[in-house]
């Protein structure tokens, strides 16, 4: 297919919004008898000129036919003729099915949504050494994920340093000097034996060749680096006890929502669809972004008193952030997103509708905030939206296909679209983009290949809203070979 063939195809599409665009002037128009004003309005009408059926570009100050034969149509000055919009009749209104809904300040109750994996909670963590070097002799905690119990037994080791302060101890308890005990005593404390050791060994007046060691809280071991007849010194870690009574839940924050997470929010765990939600809170936030996937780190503590999370499991967070009052807001399905610019239809009085640019705060499931463009009050279109915003682009659609130019090897394009999963060949994936006028692509759904090498990332979602960059291979074959997703673009 040559690039006369994609105009002649492009044509035929905008020639068809033209019929559509004309339909709704014609039916709109005062000057058929089916559609006669009450009370003579279309006599005073002011007629600002007319418009060939097909081509907006093609006017005339009188009325004329075309090259088929088809009037001209009046653009008349209460019709938005030099951009304020267009006229609907109210029984075409009707027929489209045009629904309105009015703007309106809400209160928005934001939930950031992440994704994160289960640890254990580095407070609740104990590591078990050794106050002098020895040999393990009996070992009682053998495996990892041993639960034990605080005050259990964990081993019992032989350290000459120790049997020898015994010593020194009981021959101090038969001398009548408190100090020297008391100096004896301390000594046996400082190298980790237990006050109730130390008591046995008083009562019993006989050294104690094997030194127990407790544990100094409850908890599952972690770490296991000993065995029984290891040589063991003060510096080794010979086990890690972790309480598992509570977690941590690690999730990873976008970057453009990073600003609403603030600690000491509420968060909502599950671990998988239908599973029951367990309830934490907003710890700690992390001070920087992690430099390749450029989200933001925050730390939930959640209460696991029977298990259900175990380290390493992967949860799914909603963070529900700071109320904000007073939004001015619409459904998200009125807005209308193309190119660089987002815009709504808004009624008019009178049966006239407006193309209207606006800019765009938090979206919430199906509530758009909107920072500029619309008052309260205000009526947008939220069905029946794209035909009538057809009329208000069509001249741009005409100018377009006239200034298409030729894509060259390695130039880029980009569009924004909505991904729907993989494609149907191996390394493409299926998305629905809008219209991309620098190629003279309508809004549709198709499969694109991606360059070698790059990969949709895991926080993508069938349902996400994300943008693309074509390259163009030849005059028909283009690729994908950028990813832009929440502002963060990612390439092979």
């Known amino acids: 297919m040559n690039k006369s063939a994609l105009l002649a195809i492009l044509f035929a599409f905008v020639a068809g919004l033209a ?93 950031v949504e992440a994704v994160g994996y289960v640890d254990y909670d580095e407070t609740r963590l104990s590591h078990v050494h050794v106050r002098a070097e020895g040999w393990v002799e009996r070992l009682h905690a053998r495996s990892l994920g041993q639960r034990v119990r605080q005050g259990e037994l964990l081993l019992e080791f032989f350290s000459p340093t120790i049997v020898n302060a015994q010593e020194e101890f009981l021959r101090a308890l038969t001398m009548n000097q408190p100090a020297v005990r008391d100096a004896a005593r301390e000594r046996l404390l400082s190298l980790g034996l237990s006050r109730q050791t130390v008591q046995q060994i008083e009562r019993d007046g006989r050294v104690r060749q094997l030194i ?5 809280q409850d908890g599952v071991v972690t770490e296991l680096n000993i065995r029984e007849g290891m040589y063991i010194t003060p510096g080794m870690d010979i086990l890690t006890i972790s309480d598992p009574s509570s977690v941590w839940v690690l999730v990873e924050v976008f970057e453009h929502q990073a600003r609403l997470v603030k600690t000491g929010q509420v968060a909502t765990l599950q671990l998988s669809p239908g599973d029951d939600a367990l309830q934490g809170q907003v710890e700690f936030i992390y001070p920087s972004l992690d430099s390749s996937s450029r989200a933001l780190r925050a730390r939930l503590s959640v209460a696991n008193p029977d298990g259900t999370l175990k380290p390493g499991m992967f949860a799914r967070a909603a963070i529900t952030t700071e109320s904000r009052p007073h939004v001015l807001a619409i459904p998200r399905q009125a807005l209308i997103r193309s190119d660089n610019t987002q815009r709504v239809i808004v009624a008019r009085d009178e049966g006239r509708f407006e193309a209207v640019e606006v800019r765009t705060g938090l979206m919430i499931a199906d509530t758009v905030e909107i920072t500029a463009g619309l008052q309260e009050g205000e009526r947008v279109v939220i069905s029946a939206q794209f035909l009538i915003d057809s009329e208000s682009s069509l001249r741009g659609a005409f100018t377009r296909l006239e200034t298409l130019e030729e894509l060259q090897p390695g130039d880029e394009v980009w569009s924004d679209g909505i991904y729907k999963g993989p494609g149907r060949n191996p390394g493409s994936i299926n998305l629905s983009h809008e219209p991309i006028p620098a190629l003279g692509w309508p809004a549709m759904t198709m499969d694109l290949d991606l360059i070698e090498g790059l990969s949709i990332p895991d926080h993508l979602q069938p349902g996400d809203e994300f943008a693309f960059a074509l390259e163009a291979l030849d005059e028909i074959t283009f690729r994908i070979v950028a990813l832009r997703i929440h502002g963060e673009e990612v390439r092979p």
């Open 212 to 216: 127990p060691v407790y544990a100094r």
């Open 19 to 111: 019929l559509g665009a004309v339909a709704l002037n014609w039916l709109s128009s005062d000057d058929h008898s089916d559609h006669e004003v009450a009370d003579g309005a279309s006599a005073e009408r002011e007629i600002l000129y007319y418009r060939h059926p097909h081509n907006p570009r093609v006017t005339s100050d009188v009325p004329r036919k075309d090259e088929m034969g088809m009037d001209y149509i009046p653009i008349y000055a209460d019709q938005g003729g030099s951009g304020g919009g267009i006229f609907v009749a109210p029984e075409v209104t009707q027929s489209l099915g045009v629904r309105t809904r009015p703007v309106e300040r809400m209160t928005m109750e934001p939930v």
